[in-house]
């Protein structure tokens, strides 16, 4: 056989078993009826083009420099080619990104910068750092030759969209919005990134996660949760690039979002009927009158969209720059308390104080997490009305239980420090709230030292006279 | 056509012969099965393993041939007439005990491995009096609890309990055993370069045991398709020597007990 047959053969297989490939043509940020349904058509379509334009497709990112993300960039020469796949050699990896200003290099991620390519810019399909190759996603023309110099960037994008789609996706969603399709088996739900809120961090309540933050819970997990750890299955470098595109994803949603939020008080959905129906002017008229309007609106470099956009993403990037300065980290200022009887008495009095620490009203007397807010109604913020369940409620709209403390399960960590941080600052998106203002840091700590014993308590005298001579009866290995 | 099944039934034995002369010759093709066991345990199995492989290679290639031969000297002459063999006795008897002996001897011969590896009683006793973890599976990852430095791993969870997340470490040269719990679905321990594997399952504690007989980081692996995200199951083990061991546990435990003033170890400090 020829080997036309043959790799038509083989193109044929791989088809017939590649179920897991990626769709190429489904891969799109879409948006999401929650936050989009509420918001006439014509203004949905400028939000996406918006995005568009600064994020680009999942297969297409952008490397948008205003965002304090680490897109990499790296120069090189070539060494040799192989088909599509082309070997290098890399002068540096810099993180100067200020070529990146160049709109082709932002959007394709590579240049050929000497040789019969010169000027030309490419899509980057794979590149790999440690195996010195890349691949372009469109077959070059003229191939390079040996020597031949470009520069690359936004490959951690590229690289991180890979691992994300094979790791995070299925559940976190394409864009980030908790909603993959193995979502909707979970309770808890997987974080929607969209809101820009990480609830278990070491920044202070009003500042967003760190990438420390962020790469903890990638690699040690959330246990309680469906979140595994993926460390050592990814590596350092795999991490690291995973957690820039989960920013970037982040703050693409934080502001579709905010632009969405925005647009939706002047282009409801039902606009154009409502205002008919008040002035009986015709549909198609006030249609136009809208579409005008959303040009203006996109069109005035003042007061219009760029504005906007410069406002909300001027926050954004102050707000997760910040995450990354060392006096945003809540460290406590004096040590631990000694784990004592009285530190862990004097922890729970201030738990059960109502005018206290509050954690009785959610968590409850014993710590197992059944207070008398929970079976409530509560307000929600968003609306200014009532939740129509009893129980609290997050920010995503999620009903969530407080934690059961007696399970000796620490979603956040189990080193004091840890439990430091959630009862100092709250849990960002949740009703846990900060007590740093009402409650000394010596108290804190004698509320971590109960936290901390609660699942040793024991129920009963009875029981506790078991505990206290605990190591001979439950034993475990001298079963035979 | 006849002779087709006659070369039909002949091939097999003979690539069987060709593949096994070439991956025992040339190793350096990675053609035979994965590398000597880093437990003596995994050894003697793995020499069950190849006994059992010679004998089923041996009658393979005899049964192969012999239906060969037949077929082909039966498609040459037309003369000769077929013998059948239906009732007879003799033959009947050949069939049955012959197979019988090699199970049985199979069956007496594995069985001190298998108690070793399998029955508590005959575990090693230093191994079986003190377990060095707790290992629980869930989807999808492996969480594990070890004591407290100088302390017994208890069945409930300790206060000083030290614990840690897809990565296991044992101190090389002694026997060391585990308990092995699930917290949702069947998965399986698997460590393919100790030869261990054994299911986790719900509800119960599963202890095993080995003897790592040499440092490294070993695959650990769920076996058992246990969900979408069995695949994201790949944690390590960390065999070391005994000094290595103790630091690591330290190390943990200081880990554990970070207050941000603590003297903090190399995972705290980057955390900071």
New interface residues.
Partial sequence: MSARVWRLLVVVLAGAVAGCAEDASQMRFAQNADIAKPVHRKARAVVEKTLEEHFGTPLNSVAWLKLPVNYGKAEGKVKSVDGRSVIVDFNAETSDLESLKSPELSRAGLLFTSGANQGKSFLLASYDASEKSFETLTALETAPAEGDQFVVAGQNLRHGRKLYAR?CQ?CHGINGDGDGT?AKYLNPRPRDYRLGIFKFT?TNKDTKASR?DLK?IVS??I?GT?M??????LKENELAVLIEYVRWLAMRGELEVQLLKDLKNDYAADRARKEAQETKASTSDIEKQIAKQLEEYVANPTEGLAAFIETVTGDMVSAWEGAET?DT?I??P???VPDTAESRERGKALFVKTDGGKCINCHGPTGRGNGFQTEDFQKNDATGGFYEKRGLHDSWGEQIKPRDLTR?IYRGG????DL?RRISQGIKGTPMPPVAATVKPEQV?DLVNYV??V??ESASPKAAKAHSI??QP??????? | MRKFWCAFFVFWPIVAIIYSLISSLIPSLGWWFPGPSVTELGQRIDNLFYLILYIVTAVFIGTQIAMGYVLWRASHSKDERAWFSHGSHSLEVIWSVVPSVILLFLALYQMDVWALFRVQAYFPKEAREAPVAEVTARQFEWRIRYPAPGKKLQLKPQPDDLYDVNDLHVPINRPVMIQLRSEDVQHSFFLPHLRVKQDAVPGQIIPIWFKAERQGLFDLTCAELCGWGHYKMRAQLTAETEVEYEAYLKKLQADQNYDGHATPSAVAKKDE
């Fill in positions: 790791h299925h193995t070491s420390d903890r040690q997990g246990p469906y595994p750890a993926f460390v050592p299955m060392a980290v460290m406590p004096v040590p631990r000796g189990r080193r004091p420090i430091y700590w901390l014993s699942p040793f605990a190591g439950n034993e475990l290995g001298n079963a035979n």
